[in-house]
């Protein structure tokens, strides 16, 4: 009796160590698949319909500025797809940094902005920030850049 117990208990280890190495192979370990959610096309959807997102520039320079200085641009951009743009969310690297975006889609050949406001208190010399723009564009994820140089009073 003690033989075939010990035999069954063998035998679940092995195959519950089979299990774990063919369900597991290391490259995927804690990751999950965005890909259905942040693509604008379905996986179904064969349609070459799509919201492009065309922005006027990518990055802008602000040149010097005065420490405690606030500054905003604003990044104008078109639709050049052939559906609505839809503007889900856009964030920063640095809590100075805010974009505000039009929360409402945009048609086709239609334009808008995200205006940037940077606030450089308490930051000096050479600055560059991105914000991140999550669309149903494809890429879905476009990136804005700023840059500036900011002045402490007794240098500016």
Do not use: W
């Amino acid at each position: 009796m003690k033989n075939v117990l010990n035999f069954k208990y063998l035998m679940f280890a092995a195959v519950m160590a089979v299990f774990a190495l063919t369900a597991c192979d290391g490259k995927n370990e804690g990751k999950l698949s965005t890909d259905l959610v942040t693509s604008p096309k379905s996986a179904s959807e064969t349609s070459e319909k799509q919201a492009v997102i065309k922005f006027d520039k990518e990055e802008h320079n602000f040149g010097t500025l005065l420490q405690g200085e606030v500054v905003t641009y604003s990044f104008h951009f078109t639709n050049t797809g052939n559906m609505p743009l839809i503007i889900s969310d856009v964030s920063s690297s640095c809590g100075c940094t805010v974009g505000d975006f039009p929360r409402e889609p945009i048609a086709p050949g239609k334009d808008g902005a995200i205006k940037v406001t940077y606030d450089s208190k308490g930051h000096h010399g050479v600055q560059s920030r991105h914000l991140t723009v999550m669309s149903n564009t494809n890429p879905a994820k476009n990136i804005l850049r700023i840059k500036g140089t900011v002045q402490t009073p007794d240098q500016y």
